[in-house]
Every structure is written in C-alpha cells, then in structure tokens.
C-alpha cells in the first residue's frame, strides 16, 4: 500500500530523501521497447541522464501506466541501481536515486547521475568517450535487472 506524502507544518509537501534498499523503482516502457524473441527491456527505454521512475514507497506501478495505456511498466530495487563506475582511474560516476516530486505525482523520483561528486546532467555537446562509455555501460547493467510487472497491451488490429 502506499503512503501518503509527508508534508511540513505548513502544508507544503516535501521530498523524502530516504529510500530503502528493497524499496521498487518503477519505470514505463513503449511496446516496442520489448519483443517476444528477447527477454529483457530494449536500452531504449532506460535514458540518461535524469532516469525518471515512480517510488513504490508513494505508488503501484500502474499509476505509472494511467495516462499511457500502451505502455508497460518494469521495476528494479533500489538496490539494483548500478553501483560507481570509474573510468580509466581518474574520473568516478556514481548513481543514486533521489526524490523530485511533482505537482501531480509526488512518488516520482529520478536516478541521477554524480560526476567526481557532482550531479551531472548533460546535453549532447558533452558527451565524450568517458560519457558514452559509462552511459552505454551503466545503462546495460540496468537492463539486466529490469522486470516487466506490467506487459504493454497486445496492439489492436485496425480494420
């Protein structure tokens, strides 16, 4: 079940910092992001930086799917969040989930990425060898441990 959002003295709802280790991070995908011949979520739809997911502490996974009934959703465990990446001895990448609630949906979280400390959000103007590297990288170890709890529909035939 899901628990209300936490909110100061004033009314105001504010982040919750604190996630649990086997707290779900939930996740929708286009159909096409999956296929019967392959058993796993295409890297399409896991994109950085900024991986928007809902918190399961705040929602189920089919509030993720409301307003975007030919989708699917996948989860993985906080836990599961790829650990640092260091590339060639000199700069780290690390990954954590943090809280970014929005007017609507206060469970919505996003998994960012941290450069040598630093929250790192780049265009394509930055990306480099190092940056295409750990995203192919990080985003593959994601892939592995991506599971589908809500399958996107069967397209419809049109006739």
């Not at 979520?41 to 809902?54: F, G, R, T």
């Not at 307003?67 to 989860?75: E, L």
């Not at 990306?127 to 589908?148: A, C, P």
Request: aromatic share 12%.
């Amino acid at each position: 079940m899901a628990q209300s959002p936490k909110v100061d003295d004033s009314g105001k709802r504010i982040p919750d910092k604190r996630f649990e280790p086997d707290e779900q991070l939930f996740r929708r995908f286009m159909r096409q992001a999956m296929s019967p011949t392959r058993p796993y979520i295409d890297l399409s739809a896991i994109s950085l930086p900024d991986l928007s997911v809902n918190r399961s502490k705040y929602s189920r996974a089919s509030d993720v799917v409301d307003d975007f009934p030919d989708f699917g959703v996948a989860a993985f465990l906080v836990s599961e969040i790829p650990p640092s990446q260091v590339y060639r001895g000199t700069t780290q990448f690390e990954f954590r989930a943090v809280h970014k609630p929005l007017k609507k949906n206060y469970a919505h979280s996003e998994v960012q990425c941290f450069r040598n400390g630093e929250h790192f959000s780049w265009s394509r103007d930055d990306i480099d060898d190092e940056v295409e590297e750990m995203h192919y990288r990080w985003r593959y170890r994601l892939q592995q441990v991506l599971k589908v709890v809500i399958g996107p529909p069967e397209p419809r035939d049109s006739f």
